[in-house]
């Protein structure tokens, strides 16, 4: 299906006309063109830097390019993402921010990035009156996963569960969801259940929720003395391979691009569960709030 055109008064919607000359009715229409690294560096780089036209340059978590000396950050950046298993580029400003101070960090010697893992991706935007909140892969359809949505009082909620580990939520109404605490459930591999209803209803206290996790991980650790394990659904994303020769070509480079070593992590590995990539292109959803 394909949206031919937008139905509605100046400055108000109200629906989409199909394709199959349809008309859905509609209050708000997203439109999703998507974005292009400019990865100009690595084409004419002497050196052969790791990188595709359309994906961007390819970092680990400390941003380093496969050429040593080099770092990427903001939107040319391809990231390791957690749960599809591939680099990508992410392009927000929160993200941007963080890689730039990793970046920096790790050229002036700092130790603490070298553990740094960016977790799940997330946005939060502003679209018109409404807030617009996504974090891990709210649209994705994989076998034994659960989709919940609620639709209340001007709001929009969407999670995404599988194995009662939330892994994708969507969030759009007057309200802003708290995205940094949303992320870091994802990131967490924590278990939702007794904050299911809560998240979808928008009844989340993410302030209240860590706080006690933080009290009985301490109380733990005063009754048994055994440092609590620190868990991630991420694994630390391998250096970039240092040496490529001068002469290889692209697809060399191609086949070369996972051949990486894996650093020490200091934290636990826990399985990753590999989603089917969505293929990217512009997409239309209607979404009707009462």
Request: hydrophobic share 40%; proline share 5%; with cysteine.
């Given at each position: 299906?394909?949206?031919?055109?937008?139905?509605?008064?100046?400055?108000?919607?109200?629906?989409?006309?199909?394709?199959?000359?349809?008309?859905?009715?509609?209050?708000?229409v997203?439109?999703?063109?998507?974005?292009?690294?400019?990865?100009?560096?690595?084409?004419?780089?002497?050196?052969?830097?790791?990188?595709?036209?359309?994906?961007?340059?390819f970092?680990?978590?400390?941003?380093?390019?496969?050429?040593?000396?080099?770092?990427?950050?903001?939107?040319?950046?391809?990231?390791?993402?957690?749960q599809?298993?591939?680099?990508?580029?992410?392009?927000?400003?929160?993200?941007?921010?963080?890689?730039?101070?990793?970046?920096?960090?790790?050229?002036?010697?700092?130790?603490?990035?070298?553990?740094?893992?960016?977790?799940?991706?997330?946005?939060?935007?502003?679209?018109g009156?409404?807030?617009?909140?996504?974090?891990?892969?709210?649209?994705?359809?994989?076998?034994?996963?659960?989709?919940?949505?609620?639709?209340?009082?001007?709001?929009?909620?969407?999670?995404?569960?599988?194995?009662?580990?939330?892994?994708?939520?969507?969030?759009?109404?007057?309200?802003?969801?708290?995205?940094?605490?949303?992320?870091?459930?994802?990131?967490?591999?924590?278990?939702?259940?007794?904050i299911?209803e809560?998240?979808?209803?928008?009844?989340?206290?993410?302030?209240?929720?860590?706080?006690?996790?933080?009290?009985?991980?301490?109380?733990?650790?005063?009754?048994?003395?055994?440092?609590?394990?620190?868990?991630?659904?991420?694994?630390?994303?391998?250096?970039?391979?240092?040496?490529?020769?001068?002469?290889?070509?692209?697809?060399?480079?191609?086949?070369?691009?996972?051949?990486?070593?894996?650093?020490?992590?200091?934290?636990?590995?826990?399985?990753?569960?590999?989603?089917?990539?969505?293929?990217?292109?512009?997409?239309?959803?209607?979404?009707?709030?009462?």
């Amino acid at each position: 299906t394909e949206v031919l055109g937008i139905a509605g008064n100046v400055g108000a919607v109200a629906g989409v006309v199909t394709n199959h000359h349809q008309m859905i009715p509609c209050q708000l229409v997203v439109v999703c063109t998507g974005m292009k690294p400019v990865t100009t560096l690595a084409e004419r780089c002497t050196l052969p830097m790791m990188y595709e036209r359309d994906e961007g340059i390819f970092v680990n978590n400390q941003l380093r390019t496969s050429v040593p000396g080099i770092y990427a950050a903001g939107d040319v950046a391809a990231i390791h993402n957690p749960q599809s298993g591939i680099h990508e580029t992410r392009a927000q400003w929160y993200s941007a921010v963080i890689e730039g101070c990793t970046a920096a960090a790790v050229m002036t010697g700092q130790v603490a990035p070298a553990t740094r893992t960016f977790g799940v991706p997330w946005h939060a935007t502003r679209l018109g009156d409404l807030s617009l909140l996504t974090a891990g892969s709210p649209l994705a359809r994989i076998a034994g996963s659960v989709t919940l949505a609620d639709n209340i009082k001007g709001t929009y909620r969407c999670l995404t569960i599988l194995d009662d580990q939330l892994i994708g939520y969507i969030s759009l109404g007057q309200a802003q969801a708290d995205g940094l605490a949303i992320k870091r459930l994802i990131d967490e591999g924590v278990s939702i259940g007794a904050i299911k209803e809560a998240l979808l209803k928008g009844h989340f206290d993410a302030r209240k929720y860590f706080a006690q996790q933080s009290s009985i991980s301490v109380r733990d650790l005063a009754t048994s003395g055994k440092l609590p394990v620190v868990r991630t659904t991420q694994r630390l994303s391998p250096p970039m391979t240092r040496s490529l020769t001068e002469s290889g070509t692209q697809q060399s480079l191609e086949r070369r691009k996972h051949e990486v070593t894996r650093s020490p992590s200091v934290v636990e590995s826990i399985p990753l569960t590999t989603f089917p990539r969505i293929t990217a292109g512009a997409q239309f959803r209607s979404i009707n709030i009462h």
